[in-house]
Nanobody, 118 residues
């Protein structure tokens, strides 16, 4: 069973930056998209950014211009560079990998805490 392991979270001051990483424990075939979601306390999980294998990216309006998603396909790793962080970015961040083909599979990381506070 493939596992996704996130790293890079923590506590940062408003205006600061963090880079999240998510690495797969084994090669994942037929990836359609890799993405980051987040869930704040009392809120539903929301999409932050996604990047398809074709190179198309989508960002939540709240993070456009501040966050950048990127991947290293050879390493089955997805990154999220977060700049100009705000307190409202505080949440547990989850990475997601969706495959394509006859057996679509969604893999999820265990989540990593990002706290933006002075």
């Amino acid at each position: 069973q493939v596992q996704l392991v996130e790293s890079g979270g923590g506590l940062v001051q408003p205006g600061g930056s963090l880079r999240l990483s998510c690495a797969a424990s084994a090669h994942i075939f037929s990836i359609y998209a890799m993405a980051w979601y987040r869930q704040a306390p009392g809120e539903q999980r929301e999409l932050v950014a996604t990047l398809t294998s074709g190179g198309s990216s989508v960002y939540a309006d709240s993070v456009k211009g501040r966050f950048t998603i990127s991947t290293n396909n050879a390493k089955n790793t997805v990154y999220l560079l977060m700049n100009s962080l705000k307190p409202e970015d505080t949440a547990v961040y989850y990475c997601n990998v969706e495959t394509q083909g006859s057996a679509i599979t969604n893999y999820w990381g265990q989540g990593i805490q990002v706290t933006v506070s002075s």
